[in-house]
């Protein structure tokens, strides 16, 4: 049965055979980025030099070229840019992940059970998945933020909200494929709960691809939210976001370099790091692409 | 790229074309009622947002009378019941009847066929330049694969992936324009263009359509060129590339006459899925470029609460995209030789 | 109360003064950008600022607004009022014609605000001219309003735009009306064409009445980006943009700006405040009002909001103008007053958390403004830290602008906002301040009611003499200011920023484009040569 061998039921296939068998060095590089940035977000108390939201107004502290006092200068309200960009992969981040979160669980719950089930519910669900990738997305993500408000909160659900139908349309494509497997027949058949055969069975068996679409996400999620600072409906100011630190920033780009240069090259590292690792778990984990 | 939908299951042997002709059908009269219940959602959405277009438009001007605006809310039948509404502009609807933007009372197909050349013609362009590039790196590093020109290709192509698109245009903007000067900084033409000799005028076009056509492929070719790539990956695999190889063809005539035909195949695929983005364009590209797209339509009638502006443009971009999918999809039914040829064990 | 029995100024009629700077012929272009597009070329149904600054160069009023903010003649050569202030006879100039090559005359006048009248046609401004009760023909060059009662900003209202009679007279609907986006006028610039959401293009009128534009073609691009704006002022792809006073000061440094453009500053005709709810109990009492307004150092949110490119305001009208009563002291940076002034309105300190009580409850308030607007932003924040120096906690909320409108400004459930006016020629302030625009769908929505108000309000609406007139508004401000409704913060200067080659600008109190049409390109500079 050729690749199809590695999955037994009821375990988890151990991804780290998998991937530590050839590990390239754009895979690595990803990881590290991923790994960097996290711990900046982490550690962003002791890492900040200075207090992120701290004005000075004075002619002196304002729009500051980067000197060994301020790293990456000055900002038009005499904040400290490296605080705040600090501070604010920690914004990025969170915003990334937990956006992605909430569309993993929609997606899975949704995919899962209309790929298993099948028949009625998964017509239903597979028209509103149509009609939710049909909505013209910046519509719904405008009029929701329009309505509740741009709060980070607000933010994260509102991405999360719009991404899921392409992960609900990966799983539920899995889960079609593998309910006729053997080893769910067989658990069918012993009489194990539905509920049980998709959360033990099946879903750790397909979250190959559910690993590389994640990835993939949180880079996109952490693009959009920069999107939404332009438009003035991200993370609202003060609280330091890579989005809004470039969207004020742009005003300066002929003037102040530092405002746009370190928050763009900051987010362009992150999402080619989770862009990187999302394309190197793919070429691991997707068969085909096997030599 | 999401992977389009696989659905068609078996039919217990029925002969292809009854499978397909069902399929179609079913597809296309499914779309009418799609259209209808997304038409629903948006309009309620966009009545149940706190505001209204009267404010917008009349709002906080102390030399406007309250009149006005009770005016303009009776000639709009604004007051009435969110389901009337809904009604009467279905009712025109029926008749490709849009109505008048609140803004300035122009017809609302008049203002989308006023930008819609805009944007097709900037998104027409980027998608040829997208085509000629991605592909080729796309082919070259599945047949170099893990070599230099793949490692590299990859990292660059996700460059573009990876920046935000405002950032991107500024950028290309502050150098290009600004600095450098090569090319007009925003705009599609300039406003002399009338006063200038044909060829002229088209150079002058040209000009304005470099720089937003540069940052439009830059962040497209990404996702075409790995789906190209991991496409011609697969294929190389294929037995008929190794008896291809066995017979003693050249790399070159392998390469080229048998993987690519049946490696681009799939493409046409992914190709309906480019449909709505021809037509709805980049309103973060068309703000910064300063072009008069429908991207920028839609969206400045959504901050003015532009109702018949939104209704339109959304109706219209849902179609788009509902018939991409179906042309997807459909490409894929007849492109997938599972498919094509019945189950096999 | 003195009418001023004939009322006439006679301007130079036939011969037209040339400015000294004037050129007989026009040549180069200006080009001027906008974000948001113009939307209808018609002047009594224009809301936004594209399309009445464009209809300004195609039309003309029969009254318009000097230098110096006063009025003057632009159809109009001279005007008597009678003395009962019902009747304005207006005596138009001669020879004027449209841009099609009619001849302009009363007939158009009065089909203008017949048209304006008309309920059917929905002329936002209508509420500005249905004192109107007649409009007579007196002859081909004479005009005549009845009114039904005196109403001093009738001069000031003659300004609208005059369209031409032979050609919307069988036009069902005006704004659905070919001329509504192809327009035909009398004024300065003719024009020629409009591509959506690109630009609109005009060009000099060679038989305008004045004298022939010094700027032969006038070009307004639409470039919706601030940042991509600025860049191409520097660049030269526009000739003016607004300046914000962060390019004013700093990123106008540069030698590529300085060598190219000239910043010019005046006061801009608008204050920002900061407005009380007068329902709510917090705001009742008037010492509070002016606790708070001693509480706020004007001059550091003026220097550090608007980096010193303000001034103090102290009341709702124009600084500058004979309305704004210059000796209202105002409420000047003073904590200890503030203290006194709460202490007495029952609000201490009692457990020494730093928090002022009364009551049992603790003194905190929001302040809602909306989105999108830096400056108001920033003074609230500044607000914020100044007002908790004292003791009370503030809250700041930013709404969209919609929503701001819809839930917090129509239906008044707000403690404290922070917006600004834009302040018309004419200093009637009936729907911001009189009693009975708190309902009505007026715009006194912090319901401030005080009857002598009210009364003066009233008298300054149909008080022709100047003097007079504005003796009334200056007791209105003094009025006001020790009321403190509002905590009037402060005038910001408008900072155009125009090409240097293009000379003959003049800042004065009304701006600088009051003059649009002296303005000129000498022959070696010119840019545009078409």
């Known amino acids: 049965m050729g690749a199809h061998n590695n999955y037994r039921a009821g375990t988890r296939p151990a991804p780290t055979n ?32 200075h207090d992120p939201v701290g004005i000075d107004l004075s002619v002196e502290a304002r729009l500051q070229p980067p000197s060994f006092e301020h790293l990456f200068g000055t900002d038009n309200l005499g904040r400290d840019v490296f605080s705040r960009m600090v501070y604010g992969a920690r914004i990025s981040l969170s915003v990334g992940f937990i956006a992605v979160f909430i569309s993993l669980v929609i997606g899975i719950f949704l995919g899962g059970i209309s790929g298993y089930f099948g028949k009625l519910l998964d017509i239903l669900i597979s028209r509103f998945v149509e009609v939710m990738y049909c909505f013209p997305t910046f519509f719904l993500i405008m009029l929701v933020i329009t309505f509740l408000g741009p709060s980070i909160i607000n933010v994260m659900v509102v991405i999360g909200l719009t991404s899921w139908p392409g992960l609900c349309r990966i799983v539920r494509s899995q889960f079609l494929t593998l309910r006729e497997r053997d080893f769910v027949l067989s658990a069918k058949v012993q009489g194990v709960s539905d509920l049980r055969i998709i959360f033990r069975h099946i879903l750790p068996n397909s979250m190959a691809p559910i690993y590389v679409s994640a990835t993939l996400s949180v880079g ?45 090259i900051a987010i362009l590292i992150t999402v080619l790091g989770f862009n990187l690792v999302g394309e190197g778990l793919r070429e691991k984990l997707d068969p085909r692409l096997k030599t | 790229m999401c992977p389009p939908n696989d659905d068609l299951g078996t039919h217990k042997g029925r002969p292809y074309e009854f499978i397909m002709k069902t399929y179609i059908l079913k597809r296309l009269l499914l779309i009418v009622p799609m259209i209808i219940g997304i038409s629903f959602i948006m309009f309620i959405i966009m009545h149940l947002a706190p505001g209204d277009p009267a404010s917008m438009r009349y709002g906080l001007n102390p030399d406007i009378s309250d009149s006005a605006r009770a005016r303009f809310n009776d000639m709009y039948e604004l007051d009435k019941p969110v389901l009337y509404q809904y009604v009467s502009w279905m009712k025109r609807f029926v008749r490709l009847d849009f109505g008048n933007s609140f803004i300035d009372d122009k017809p609302v197909m008049a203002k989308i066929f006023s930008r819609l050349p805009a944007t097709l013609f900037l998104q027409g362009l980027s998608l040829i330049v997208i085509l000629c590039i991605a592909i080729p790196i796309g082919v070259i590093a599945a047949v170099k694969r893990n070599k230099p020109f793949d490692k590299i290709t990859t990292v660059l192509v996700f460059i573009g ?42 150079k002058d076009l040209l000009w304005h359509t470099v720089l937003p056509v540069m940052a439009t492929a830059f962040t497209g070719v990404a996702a075409l060129s790995r789906y190209t790539r991991s496409s011609m990956i697969e294929v190389l695999n294929e037995n008929y590339i190794l008896t291809a190889r066995a017979k003693g063809l050249s790399e070159r005539r392998v390469v080229i006459v048998h993987a690519m035909k049946n490696a681009l195949l799939p493409l046409i695929t992914v190709m309906g899925l480019t449909l709505p983005a021809l037509v709805s364009g980049s309103f973060i590209f068309e703000t910064i470029f300063s072009w008069p797209g429908m991207g920028r339509l839609g969206y400045e009638a959504i901050l003015n609460y532009d109702y018949p502006v939104v209704m339109g443009v959304g109706v219209i971009s849902t179609f788009l995209t509902l018939f991409g999918i179906f042309i997807a999809d459909i490409m894929y039914a007849v492109v997938d030789p599972r498919i094509r040829y019945g189950k096999r064990g | 109360m003195y009418y001023i029995a004939v009322a006439s100024f006679l301007f130079l009629f036939e011969v037209s003064v040339l400015p000294e700077n004037a050129v007989n012929t026009s040549g180069d272009a200006y080009v001027s950008a906008g974000i948001a597009e113009a939307r209808i070329l018609i002047p009594f149904l224009s809301t936004d600022s594209a399309s009445s600054s464009i209809c300004s160069l195609i039309y003309n009023g029969l009254i318009k607004v000097d230098k110096d903010l006063n009025v003057a003649g632009d159809l109009a050569k001279a005007w008597e009022i009678s ?27 009065e089909f ?62 005006i704004k659905n009306s070919l001329y509504a986006r192809e327009p035909i006028g009398t004024g300065p610039y003719i024009f020629k064409k409009w591509e959506s959401s690109r630009y609109i293009l005009l060009e000099a009128n060679q038989e305008y009445f004045e004298h022939v534009p010094g700027l032969k073609y006038y070009v307004h691009r639409i470039t919706p980006d601030k940042t991509v704006q600025f860049l191409e002022l520097v660049s030269g792809g526009i000739d003016s943009m607004e300046l914000n006073p ?43 009002r002016q606790a708070i307004g001693y509480a706020i150092n004007r001059k550091e949110i003026i220097s550090s909001v608007l980096l010193g490119l303000g001034e103090i305001c102290t009341g709702p009208f124009l600084k500058g103008t ?58 609230a924040q500044i607000i914020q830290s100044q007002l908790s120096e004292l003791g009370i906690k503030v809250e700041i909320q930013v709404i969209a602008w919609a929503a701001f409108l819809d839930q917090f400004i129509n239906k008044k459930k707000f403690q404290a ?55 009334i508004y200056k007791k209105i401000h003094r009025i006001i200011a020790e009321e403190s409704p509002y905590t009037f913060l402060f005038f910001p200067y408008a900072m155009p920023a125009v090409q240097k080659r293009i000379k003959g600008i003049k800042p004065a109190p009304a701006g600088i484009s009051y003059n649009f049409i002296d303005w000129y390109v000498p022959e070696d500079e010119v840019r545009y040569k078409f």
């Open chain 3, 322 to 379: 004979p309305y704004y009563d210059e000796t209202v002291p105002g409420y000047g940076y003073d904590t200890k007053k503030a203290r006194h002034l709460l202490h007495e309105a029952g609000w201490r300190d009692n457990d020494a958390d730093g928090v002022l009580e009364k009551d049992g409850q603790e003194f905190r308030f929001r302040i809602v403004t909306n989105q999108g607007n830096q400056v108001r932003e920033d003074a």
């Open chain 1, 220 to 264: 996109s999620a952490i693009l959009i939210e920069s999107a939404l600072s332009f438009l003035g409906l991200g993370v609202q100011m003060p609280t330091p976001s890579w989005g809004n630190i470039l969207t004020s920033g742009k005003n300066y780009i002929d003037y102040a370099w530092w405002l746009t240069f370190f928050p763009g």
């Open chain 1, 18 to 49: 998998l991937i530590l068998g050839k590990m390239n060095k754009r895979l690595i590089f990803g990881i590290m980025v991923i790994f960097i940035m996290a711990a900046v977000a982490v550690f962003a108390p002791l890492l900040a030099t």
């Open chain 3, 83 to 109: 003395e009962d202030g019902l009747v304005i006879t207006v005596y138009l100039k001669k020879g004027v014609k449209w841009h099609d090559g009619h001849s302009f005359s009363a007939e158009d006048v």
């Open chain 3, 112 to 173: 203008t605000f017949e048209t304006i009248l008309d309920p059917g046609n929905g002329c936002p401004y209508i509420s500005g001219y249905t004192d109107i009760s007649d409009i007579n023909i007196i002859d081909p060059n004479t005009v005549q309003f009845i009114y039904s009662r005196p109403y001093a900003p009738a001069l000031l209202r003659l300004s609208m735009g005059i369209i031409p009679k032979h050609i919307f007279k069988s036009a069902k609907d």
């Open chain 3, 246 to 288: 962060y390019q004013y000061i700093y990123r106008s440094i540069t030698k590529e700006f300085t060598s190219q453009v000239q910043k010019y500053k005046f006061l801009d005709h608008s204050y920002v405040y900061l407005g009380y709810n007068l329902q709510d109990p917090l705001f009742k009492d008037k010492r509070v």
């Open chain 2, 161 to 202: 992936y990876a920046m935000p698109s405002f950032w991107l245009a500024l950028l290309a903007i502050y150098f290009f324009g600004f600095k450098l000067g090569w090319f007009p900084i925003s705009g599609m033409d300039s406003w002399y263009t009338e006063y200038l000799d044909p060829f002229f005028r088209i």
């Open chain 3, 417 to 471: 906002v922070m917006l600004g006016w834009t302040l018309p020629v004419d200093p009637d302030c009936y729907s911001v301040w009189h009693s009975e625009s708190i309902d009505n769908g007026g715009l006194n929505f912090i319901s401030y009611a005080n009857s002598e108000v009210d009364a003066l309000i009233e008298d300054g609406r149909s008080e022709f003499d100047v003097i007079n007139r504005a003796e």
